[in-house]
Every structure is written in C-alpha cells, then in structure tokens.
C-alpha cells in the first residue's frame, strides 16, 4: 500500500481587478481530466469547466488545461487575468520558447494558442 502525501496549499488571491484561473491536470487508468477554476481578487467564484479525454499522457492533461483556462476567459470577456498553474513546460510553451512535436487532439488544443497569443493573461507556476 502506498502511504498518502499530504501538503498544504493556499490560494493567493490575484490584485484588484484581476481575475484568477487556476488550472490542473490528471491522468487516470482510463484518460485524463482537465480542470479549471475562476475566482475573482475577494475570492468570488466566477465560473468554471473540465474537460475529459481518452489520452493517458500527463503532458496533454496539462496542456488541454491552459488552453480550457484562456477559452473559458474568453467566454466570461474576462480583460485581465492570471492563469495558475504547476506545468512549467505548457508555460514555457505558451511563452514561445519552445516547440515540442505534437498529435493528434493535443494539435486541435493548442491551436488556439498558436493562433490567437492570450493578450489579456499571464502566465503563473
């Protein structure tokens, strides 16, 4: 049996006028799930979304998620945001600093992102 982890973390709240969306991935036995939540600077929920594929690679997970986080700003015309979250490759990614090979529904994910760049976000690990 493997012992359970247990680590603390604390939500920061983004400055005034700022909106936050937290994003995570994960991978299952059957596919992965992507999530996202948005909470505004006094920690008011604003919205959110999930997204459920038959991948088993990580790496997608978390790069759906980014993308899912800059379309549901989109969708709330959301004009200043901070998008959070612990991929450090999407990020670095999404910032142009790198071109991985992708395939199949991971290309249709980020075509957003090679297409129209977020202006209205940053990116935070």
Known sequence: MV?????QSSWTTPPEGFIKINVDGAVGHTGIASSTIVRDHVDHF???ITHCSVSTLLFEAKAIVFALGVELAATL???HCIIEGDAQS???YIEGDVSPQFHGEFD????WFTTTPPVC?????
């Open 46 to 48: 604003q919205g959110c």
């Open 3 to 7: 012992p359970a982890v247990s680590h």
């Open 90 to 92: 999407i990020i670095t």
């Open 77 to 79: 015309n959301i004009q």
């Open 108 to 111: 249709q994910s980020f075509w």
């Open 121 to 125: 976000c940053s990116f935070e690990k």
